[in-house]
């Protein structure tokens, strides 16, 4: 690490501790040349493959944007946005790969969206999904019914999403 005074290309570790959220490590380091003392931060890179094979740096900014437009409408606030975004992120930090698709970054999305808001979580399952036909969104919400009740949506009726109407109604 260069020294950001002088510019000696060595310094050496004074002090290191994780910071409050886990995700870096806060280092104070020294340069033996001038003395001077000043603090790095070092987090783990997450890169994420797109499908065209380019590979970018994970944007919870992104992730947190891509759900947005499934809420657009929908009572979610930004700060579940926010923590959304923070979930997805964890998920995937602790796969413990440093390198994903954005297969696997849809899928650490799916869950958490499911219980934040089923009709954002169907929305963003079109896309993901890729639902070319009323079937498709038929069978997504027949599996969303299938939850077992006391899991969130209560009683295996999924809210927002109107009850088949029969005959005998």
């Known amino acids: 690490m260069h020294c950001p005074f002088c ?6 570790v004074v002090d290191s501790r994780t910071t409050d959220d886990g995700t870096s490590i806060r ?3 020294q340069c033996p040349d001038c003395s001077r003392r000043f ?3 070092e987090t783990a890179s997450l890169m994420v493959i ?3 094979g380019v590979t970018e ?3 919870r900014t992104k992730v947190i944007s891509g759900v947005r437009k499934a809420c657009q409408g929908r009572p979610v606030t930004e700060d579940a946005l926010a923590q959304l975004g923070q979930r997805v992120e964890e998920a995937l930090r602790a796969t413990g790969s440093a390198e994903l698709t954005t297969h696997d ?3 650490a999305i799916l869950g958490p969206l499911q219980e934040l808001d089923l009709v ?3 929305r963003f399952a079109s896309v993901y999904r890729a639902f070319d036909s009323p079937e498709d969104f038929e069978a997504a919400v027949a599996e969303l019914r299938k939850r077992p009740p006391g899991e969130k949506g209560g009683s295996g009726a999924t809210p927002g999403v109107p ?3 029969t005959a005998a109604d």
């Not at 510019?7 to 050496?12: A, G, I, N």
């Open 7 to 12: 510019r000696h290309p060595d310094s050496r």
């Open 27 to 29: 280092r104070r380091r």
């Open 39 to 41: 603090t790095t931060v």
């Open 50 to 52: 797109k499908r065209s």
């Open 57 to 59: 740096p994970f944007s």
């Open 105 to 107: 970054v849809g899928l």
């Open 120 to 122: 954002a979580y169907l």
């Open 163 to 165: 009850e088949p109407v």
